[in-house]
């Protein structure tokens, strides 16, 4: 069976159905789901909140993966109806950059390459390239790659050969005026 519509074309008692009901349907999307919550404009905020609850009782482990997966609707779904200042965004996107490098630790995955940070998101509607799956690491990621600030630039950069290379040749021409000046100070 089907579901046959779009998520956001729901009414609440529909959502209720849905998500009860979710094994008899094929094409259920649990992120079109959770995005849908936050796009839906058939509920009010009331609705929108209690069924954020339902579905994050029925989708646990799948809603904590989408702060890997998709953080922005992560972070929408979390924050709905909420007001918050530019400190309480700040804070929440670094527990969730937190909560990223927890939970790739914790499944040992040998790369970084998930959901919205494997496409091609420039920010142009009119390019050819948008949402197109791309390579780890390559040109066309103009979202960038996921990374952290305990990340050593060795992990994730391709340039970092070129900086260690120069850093030694800069280290090398150095070392003889270090030693004159030894010399000369004893």
């Given at each position: 069976?089907k ?27 649990t ?18 909140l209690?069924?954020r609850?339902?579905a994050i009782?029925?989708f ?7 702060q890997l997966?998709d ?8 924050t ?9 965004k ?16 914790s499944?040992?995955l ?8 494997s ?36 992990d ?25 000046q030894?010399?000369?100070s004893?």
């Amino acid at each position: 069976m089907k579901v046959g519509r779009q998520f956001n074309t729901l009414t609440y008692g529909e959502y209720l159905h849905l998500i009860e009901n979710r094994k008899k349907f094929t094409d259920f999307n649990t992120l079109g789901l959770f995005r849908s919550i936050v796009e839906t404009t058939k509920l009010s905020l009331e609705e929108k909140l209690e069924l954020r609850k339902v579905a994050i009782a029925a989708f646990a482990k799948t809603f904590e993966f989408l702060q890997l997966k998709d953080p922005q609707t992560y972070f929408a779904v979390t924050t709905l109806g909420e007001s918050l200042t530019v400190a309480d965004k700040n804070q929440a996107w670094e527990d969730i950059r937190h909560n990223q490098q927890k939970i790739l630790e914790s499944k040992r995955l040998g790369h970084r390459n998930f959901g919205t940070y494997s496409k091609h998101l420039c920010g142009y509607d009119t390019c050819p390239l948008n949402g197109m799956m791309i390579r780890a690491g390559s040109l066309l990621a103009y979202g960038g790659e996921m990374h952290f600030h305990s990340d050593n630039s060795r992990d994730w950069s391709r340039w970092s050969k070129e900086l260690k290379a120069n850093r030694h040749k800069r280290d090398r021409k150095a070392e003889p005026q270090i030693i004159r000046q030894l010399l000369d100070s004893e």
